[in-house]
């Protein structure tokens, strides 16, 4: 076998960034559940399998504090996130071109880490890999270091299995490995085959083939290995690297959960292994992907310790997001009968603040800390109110990154999130507001200069749009090229004000008020 280990790196991955993987946000997580979380102060990090190196790049410019590592064994995306991060200056981030099992057997000098992280990772790759991986797991996490782990689940993923292997069937068949291997299953679904009548999820995923980058579709697809996994199979082999299941990542699934029904709390809060309980949870939500955080070390936190611990967690709400009473958590609908959930939803239109104000607050007294963290969850969950732990750290490395991405985008390189010192990690931004933002970035007014210089501003956006091949499209249809400047023209006037701001609320750039002070 060679350096791939039978992992397909024919095609360069796609530049995501994944927000789970943020030590400020996983702390968060952590102390929402009721569990002690590192000190953000100083600290190590590591993460497993970078891809084009986005999330760690976007970590050390938000974290100065931190001292990163991440490491990936494919020279290509070495090469592209040394670059960005050369240019950016960002000195606390070292990339590693090495596998996983040259790590674990210690043939590089590291340091311990408080966190080790790892996106899109165990699912693909071999048995092998994996036992690297907890090795290094086992070696490398110093005790109370946090371990955050996504993977696809068994229970969601069951029918996608006979797909896959059809997939890489067709893949064989010579020429272009993608093409051949979505024809082959889109023709078999149009043929009928029941197979897919049977299995409609399987179907889906085909029917969004086309609606995807076709370079994330080859690395979760076209793997030797594409492995879904059973909850307590993970909880398993994490114990033996001394990790216990702190929680889940995710805030649509931090326990009590609140999409199970009646019936179903019932069923598993009769289970008396939490392990198994959280599997039985899987069947319940049809889980198809999990991300999960272990520690090496689980310490719960006491009614006392959570109010020292909610002094370092701040909220706040996000403005673009109205009040429903009916939510949709994931795959279920959540109806918020009781009015505390609208009096918080005031409450963080109002100001940012921390935990241990809104467990102050008068609006909840009488409510347990309990009841109250349910709140909050549910309104992270839901996308209201946005989380950071600690307080915000100097931003002047993150806005060097912002720079660099946005310059790099008007030049055709795709990378869709940037860095915000707010959320203590990145935000997802789409390339067409990248290019308004890049056009915007080195104004001195730029609220003015939406007016004043809006003719400048259109001719830079529509030169990036021809750089990039990106094509314009409104409501779904593509816009004409002889219509380009007026369409870019209306969109500056009707969005330009509200992506400075929103800009501004997440850190991307120094507000310019603060700025001139
Ligand atoms: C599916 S991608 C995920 C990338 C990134 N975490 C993300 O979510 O954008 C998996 C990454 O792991 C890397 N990888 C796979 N096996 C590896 C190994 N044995 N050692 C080091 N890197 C590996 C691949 O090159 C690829 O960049």
Not at 101 to 122: C, K, N, R, S, W
Not at 236 to 246: G, N
């Amino acid at each position: 076998m060679n350096w791939t280990a039978g992992y397909n790196s024919s095609i360069a991955y796609t530049t995501s960034y994944c927000h789970e993987q943020s030590p400020s946000f996983l702390n968060a997580c952590l102390v929402m559940q009721r569990v002690s979380p590192l000190s953000v102060d100083k600290f190590s990090y590591c993460e497993l399998g970078f891809g084009q190196g986005l999330t760690s790049l976007i970590l050390a410019a938000t974290h100065p504090n931190g001292d990163f590592y991440a490491c990936d064994f494919n020279p290509l995306h070495v090469l592209a996130a040394e670059s960005v991060r050369n240019e950016a200056g960002l000195p606390n981030l070292t990339l590693l071109e090495n596998d996983f099992g040259e790590l674990a057997q210690g043939m590089v000098e590291l340091p311990q880490f408080d966190y080790i992280t790892m996106h899109g990772i165990i699912s693909w790759v071999t048995d092998e890999t994996r036992a690297q991986i907890m090795q290094f797991l086992r070696r490398y996490l110093k005790p109370g270091g946090v371990v955050q782990v996504s993977y696809n689940v068994m229970t969601g993923c069951a029918q996608i299995l006979p797909l896959q292997r059809l997939l890489k069937m067709g893949a064989k068949q010579g020429g272009d490995a993608w093409t051949n291997a979505s024809a082959l299953a889109k023709k078999l679904a149009s043929a009928d085959a029941l197979h897919f009548r049977r299995n409609p999820d399987s179907l889906t995923r085909i029917n969004d083939f086309n609606a995807m980058d076709e370079r994330y579709l080859v690395h979760e697809y076209l793997q030797e290995t594409w492995r879904p996994f059973y909850f307590a199979d993970i909880a398993r082999e994490m114990s033996e690297a001394k990790l216990t299941f702190a929680g889940s990542a995710s805030f649509s699934h931090m326990l009590p959960a609140e999409w199970l029904t009646d019936a179903q709390r019932e069923l598993v809060d009769g289970i008396h292994d939490p392990i198994e309980a959280e599997e039985l949870r899987d069947y319940c939500a049809n889980r198809a992907f999990r991300r999960d955080i272990f520690v090496r070390g689980k310490a719960l936190l006491s009614d006392s310790r959570l109010r020292e611990q909610a002094e370092h967690i701040y909220v706040w709400g996000n403005m673009s997001v109205a009040y429903k009473p009916v939510v949709e958590v994931e795959h279920a609908v959540v109806t918020r009968g009781d009015e505390f959930h609208q009096l918080l939803f005031a409450l963080l239109r109002r100001s940012e603040m921390t935990l241990a104000q809104i467990f102050n607050a008068p609006e909840f007294a009488g409510l347990s800390l309990d009841a109250i963290l349910k709140l909050v969850r549910l309104s992270i969950a839901v996308g209201e109110t946005s989380v950071r732990y600690g307080a915000a750290q100097p931003r002047e490395m993150a806005e060097r990154l912002n720079a660099v991405l946005l310059s790099r985008v008007e030049r055709g390189e795709v990378w869709n999130a940037l860095a915000s010192p707010r959320l203590g990690g990145g935000a997802g931004v789409g390339t067409l507001d990248q290019l308004l933002l890049a056009s915007l970035h080195e104004k001195t007014d730029r609220t003015k200069a939406l007016t004043r210089d809006a003719s400048e501003l259109v001719a830079r956006i529509k030169r990036s749009l021809a750089a990039t091949g990106l094509r314009l499209r409104i409501a779904n249809a593509q816009v004409p090229d002889e219509q380009i400047e007026t369409r870019v023209g209306h969109i500056l006037a009707d969005s330009g004000k509200k992506l400075i701001a929103h800009s501004e609320e997440l850190g991307f750039w120094i507000s310019q008020k603060t700025a001139g002070r």
